[in-house]
């Protein structure tokens, strides 16, 4: 294995746990016009993620400065394609942020529904996007021979690509169920869990339906062999059929930790499918990105490498830490009207 290969596999890691750290507060932030009863019942839902979502987003910064160092010509050719398709996701999670901290600015009924439906919107926004942009990596879009974006915003959509936004948006809406089953009590706990057996259903069809279509891209479209995408899309296809099976016992932790292995595995078909491709042009197969002739030098890979080693396990640490810290479930009350970072767990 080269270090170019390497650091695919790493980038491939970011996502994933960008996804399943981000996607259950993203699925909080979609459920929250819906699963509540009362506002205090969605100040507990913002408290659920209060103190741990900005964190969650510290994954999507560290694997954009991973692929713009790693591969620059997969960063320059990707960022500049989807460049709409970027500034439309930065306006999803700059509403998304507002809302935190500006919902609790007023007591006023309007106002704060105004920002729930804020958090709402950009949740779901931005997780459509991204699945509709790690999709289009694989599906293709078009590149010209100097490894340029030639194509338009509207290149990125296709039925394929549509059904992996949809995708996603479904299986963030019912991580976030899950994870409110473990995070809340009493009965926002007891509809969340109710929440989390409708939509585990809908989440393990459409997620099969894509994960299928995933490998008969991968073989078509980017002319991969059929074994490994298979076997990874076959391995996620079981972890969602089990989380189906784990919501209906109500076994609640076992269904998150379930759901979260299904987003894994939904990253790494996708990577699996793109390797050893980093983004497939669809206007001539031999103008593709491939990990080889994306990469950076072998010394910048090297240092990079021994970097990660150092600042990852620190990373990982700090957050582990931070998720026990703010371990105690929340509900039950009205939370004070403060920043909701700010707002005191209550059991």
């Known amino acids: 294995m080269t270090l170019a290969d ?9 996502w994933s746990g960008y996804f399943v750290l981000e996607g259950f507060d993203f699925g909080v932030g979609m459920l929250l016009p819906f699963l509540p009863r009362s506002d205090a019942d969605r100040s507990s839902m913002f408290a659920s993620i ?7 987003e510290v994954w999507l910064i560290t694997a954009g400065g991973a692929t713009f160092a790693a591969f620059p010509a997969w960063y320059a050719t990707m960022f500049s394609g989807f460049y709409l398709a970027l500034l439309l996701v930065l306006f999803f999670l700059i509403i998304r942020v507002l809302s935190f ?5 007023s007591e006023g009924s309007g106002w704060r ?17 991204w699945g509709v942009g790690l999709s ?14 030639s194509g338009d915003f509207a290149d990125l959509f296709n039925p ?6 949809i995708t996603i948006v479904l299986l963030f809406a019912y991580h976030g169920a899950t994870y409110l089953t473990i995070r809340t009590t009493g009965e926002l706990c007891i509809r969340a869990a109710a929440t989390a057996r409708m939509l585990s259903p809908i989440a393990t069809v459409v997620g099969a339906g894509f994960l299928s279509w995933t490998v008969a891209v991968a073989v078509d479209r980017n002319d991969r062999a059929v074994t490994a995408p298979l076997v990874v899309a076959l391995l996620g296809i079981v972890a969602l059929v089990l989380s189906l099976v784990l919501a209906m016992r109500r076994r609640s932790g076992l269904a998150f930790a379930f759901t979260a292995l299904a987003i894994i595995l939904w990253v790494a078909t996708l990577f699996t499918s793109l390797y050893p491709r980093v983004m497939v042009s669809s206007t001539g197969f031999g103008n593709s990105l491939t990990v080889d002739n994306a990469s950076s030098e072998h010394y910048t890979l090297a240092v990079m490498t021994v970097v990660a080693a150092i600042f990852i396990p620190l990373i990982l640490l700090y957050q582990g830490w931070t998720y026990h810290v703010f371990r105690e479930r929340v509900g039950g009350k009205e939370l004070p009207s403060a920043p909701v970072g700010a707002e005191p767990a209550a059991s």
């Open 113 to 129: 529904s105004l920002w729930t439906w804020a958090n709402t919107v950009g949740s779901v926004g931005a997780a459509f996007v």
């Open 160 to 165: 394929y690509t549509v059904l992996g936004g």
């Open 50 to 56: 209060g103190p741990v979502w900005d964190g969650n």
């Open 6 to 14: 390497l650091w695919f596999i790493l980038i491939a890691v970011l």
């Open 136 to 149: 289009a990596l694989l599906y293709g879009v078009p590149i010209n021979s100097g490894t340029v974006f």
């Open 101 to 105: 901290e500006w919902r609790t600015k």
